[in-house]
């Protein structure tokens, strides 16, 4: 059975640093794009990075551009999410997700195009 499972989620005050981490298991995931997404209570979930199958194209939502960096390590199946300058507004639980089929520099950014999630990691950024 395939699982995506997050990890390093937590507590940090606002300009801290926090690095998520993916592990996928059951598959491979080095033919897949790789994406975080995060959702804040009541708020929709929403796209924050995504890197392409052989890391070398990432991609970021505007307001996390310089301040998070998307990067995956294939061998391990993992991908991580390096969150610096931590700001309130960047609470919520973060979420993993694989798409398949994509082409190698492709980075999607939309929901629906990734068909496997993991549970999701709480982030909390106090101010």
């Known amino acids: 059975q395939e699982q995506l499972v997050e990890s390093g989620g937590g507590l940090v005050q606002a300009g801290g640093s926090l690095r998520l981490s993916c592990a996928a298991s059951?598959?491979?995931?080095?033919?897949?794009?790789l994406g975080w997404f995060r959702q804040a209570p009541g708020k929709e979930r929403k796209f924050v990075a995504a890197?392409?199958?052989?890391?070398?194209?990432?991609s970021y939502e505007d307001t996390v551009k310089g301040r998070f960096a998307i990067s995956r390590d294939n061998a391990k199946n993992t991908v991580f999410l390096q969150m610096n300058s931590l700001e309130p507004d960047d609470t919520a639980v973060y979420y993993c997700?694989?798409?398949?089929?994509?082409?190698?520099?492709?980075?999607?950014?939309?929901?629906?195009?990734?068909?496997?999630w993991g549970q999701g990691t709480q982030v909390t950024v106090s101010s």
């Open positions: 890197v392409s199958r052989g890391g070398g194209r990432t």
């Open positions: 059951g598959r491979t995931f080095s033919s897949d794009a």
């Open positions: 997700a694989a798409a398949r089929g994509r082409t190698y520099y492709n980075t999607p950014t939309e929901l629906f195009e990734y068909d496997r």
